[in-house]
């Protein structure tokens, strides 16, 4: 299962500034995921993964939580950028890496 | 720039038509898998080749038919489409099916008329 929207949330940020995207997941046995990043015209990129064995995992400028007592996680991008602009999307899978299911999406805009 | 290459890019067709989409790659990686993506909405899993296998197949009418030639191929047959077929498909890889990331192409565009 997956937390569904009727519309595609949006997130704001100004340049330099850090910005936090959340992602609701239903499935209680979902025990890998993914924040994917997608650009206008293009296909999901990866950005960072995360196991279920763990709360907390950092990339370069990213950083995914993952709160498995209320099914949510989060990635944060510090000091947003331009080129961060996109729609994110976390995907769960409960099976490491078999039937992916993604989140709704969150759009965010970097404001100059 | 992405590794799984994705052929066309764009394409048009009447609901009699017959065409395919394509894609490839070569990461060695063994399992392979089609999404399909409406605007604004995330990817929906449609077909998951394993070892040239298919796995998963979440219910595709039929008129899409995947086909996987070789372990860097997968096709998506295309016949009698609806203008609701219209979408973006994306082709994904992953090294093996509970190997984790999947890398995607950058999608074929398909528009139903």
């Known amino acids: 299962g997956e937390s569904v929207g009727l519309h595609l949330p949006t997130l704001s940020v100004q340049e330099g500034d850090n910005s936090i995207i959340n992602c609701a997941y239903s499935?209680?046995?979902?025990?890998?995921f993914i924040w994917y990043k997608q650009e206008s015209g293009k296909g999901p990129q990866f950005i960072i993964d995360?196991?279920?064995?763990?709360d907390k995992r950092q990339g370069q400028r990213v950083t995914v939580l993952l709160n498995k007592t209320v099914k949510h996680l989060s990635l944060q991008i510090a000091a947003t950028q331009p080129g961060d602009s996109a729609v994110y999307f976390c995907?769960?899978?409960?099976?490491?890496?078999?039937?992916?299911?993604f989140g709704p999406g969150t759009r965010l805009s970097v404001l100059p | 720039d992405t590794e799984v290459t994705q052929t066309p890019k764009h394409l048009v067709m009447g609901m009699t038509n017959k065409k395919s989409l394509k894609c490839e790659q070569h990461?060695?990686?063994?399992?392979m898998y089609w999404y399909k993506q409406k605007a604004k909405k995330p990817p929906e899993l449609m077909f998951v080749?394993?070892?040239?296998?298919?796995?998963i197949n979440e219910s595709v009418p039929s008129r899409f038919s995947p086909e996987c030639p070789n372990s860097s191929l997968l096709n998506l047959h295309l016949h009698a489409l609806q203008p609701e077929d219209s979408a973006l498909y994306l082709c994904?890889?992953?090294?093996?099916?509970?190997?984790?990331?999947?890398?995607f192409g950058e999608g074929s565009r398909l528009t139903v008329l």
């Open positions: 994904a890889s992953s090294q093996d099916l509970r190997a984790g990331e999947l890398f």
């Open positions: 499935n209680s046995a979902s025990d890998y």
């Open positions: 995360i196991r279920s064995n763990m």
């Open positions: 995907a769960e899978t409960d099976n490491y890496g078999q039937n992916f299911v």
């Open positions: 990461m060695g990686h063994r399992a």
């Open positions: 080749y394993s070892y040239e296998k298919l796995s």
